[in-house]
């Protein structure tokens, strides 16, 4: 969330990461139904600011198809232990509560984009082959 939206006490907008702690990981990442990208990083981290503002601005394009989350490693560092998080910034995708892939370090915002359509395009076959998913959607 931003300082405005802060500030003016916005509701978060579609799309954007909302923050995650070692309290709420498991409801808003491992029982998610939709996949997951969780950013991890922290305040001092200059790289971690710039891919934060590149998921901020992919987020939207994605909503109904990925949640985002933040989890600040220096506020959970055992949940970054747990998935052996030891650089940031480190995106790690979540698919029915398992992890299925991650990008250490920055990515240009192209193949940042190109990671998370292949996400996406796997939750959307996913839940074509589901029985009803069709009635669900019409």
């Given at each position: 969330m931003g300082l405005f939206d802060k500030l003016f006490n916005r509701p978060p907008?579609?799309?954007?990461?909302?923050?995650?702690?070692?309290?709420?990981?498991?409801?808003d990442v491992?029982?998610?139904?939709l996949p997951v990208v969780v950013d991890f990083w922290a305040t001092w981290?200059?790289?971690?600011?710039?891919?934060?503002?590149?998921?901020?601005?992919?987020?939207?394009?994605?909503?109904?198809?990925?949640e985002f989350f933040k989890l600040n490693i220096d506020q959970s560092p055992e949940i970054a232990a747990e998935y052996g998080v030891r650089s940031i910034p480190t995106l790690i995708f979540f698919r029915e509560g398992a992890p299925v892939g991650r990008i250490p370090g920055l990515m240009p915002l192209g193949p940042l984009k190109e990671q998370l359509d292949r996400l996406a395009a796997v939750?959307?076959?996913?839940?074509?082959?589901?029985?009803?998913?069709?009635?669900?959607?019409?």
């Open positions: 907008r579609p799309g954007k990461p909302q923050p995650t702690t070692q309290a709420t990981f498991d409801a491992l029982s998610n139904p981290c200059a790289p971690c600011q710039v891919m934060g503002g590149l998921v901020d601005e992919l987020g939207p394009q994605y909503v109904g198809k990925i939750a959307d076959k996913n839940a074509g082959a589901r029985p009803g998913a069709k009635d669900q959607a019409g």
